[in-house]
Nanobody, 122 residues
């Protein structure tokens, strides 16, 4: 699977961004998708995951619950991360990932996008 993430940028605290990740090369609908992020000097961390089937499980890390929403459009081979009420601590490079099942563990994902920078100013 090839993954192409986009939608990052610079936004003020309290603002919103929507990240997109377009997949190609395999049957997208068979893949669980996830978002991770990595801030400077920190390890890559789990943000959100959505299972392969429409209406399946969705998980978020506690720090983004109520602010971020992930969704997928299997007809467009695309997964989204809608980020509202952004905070400076959300600043990071955001990566999309694909794997056989929804999980919070980084190593369970086989394919990764190139990352898109999100910067939230205070």
């Amino acid at each position: 699977v090839q993954l192409q993430a986009s939608g990052g940028g610079l936004v003020q605290a309290g603002g919103s961004l929507r990240l997109s990740c377009v997949a190609s090369g395999r049957t997208f609908s068979n893949e669980a998708m996830a978002w991770f992020r990595q801030a400077p000097g920190k390890e890559r961390e789990f943000v959100a995951a959505i299972s392969s089937r429409i209406g399946g499980s969705i998980h978020y890390t506690d720090s983004v619950k109520g602010r971020f929403t992930t969704s997928r459009d299997n007809a467009k081979n695309t997964v989204y991360l809608q980020m509202n009420n952004l905070k400076p601590e959300d600043t990071a490079v955001y990566y999309c990932a694909a794997g056989p099942r929804s999980a919070v563990i980084l190593v369970l994902y086989d394919y990764w996008g190139q990352g898109t920078q999100v910067t939230v100013s205070s």
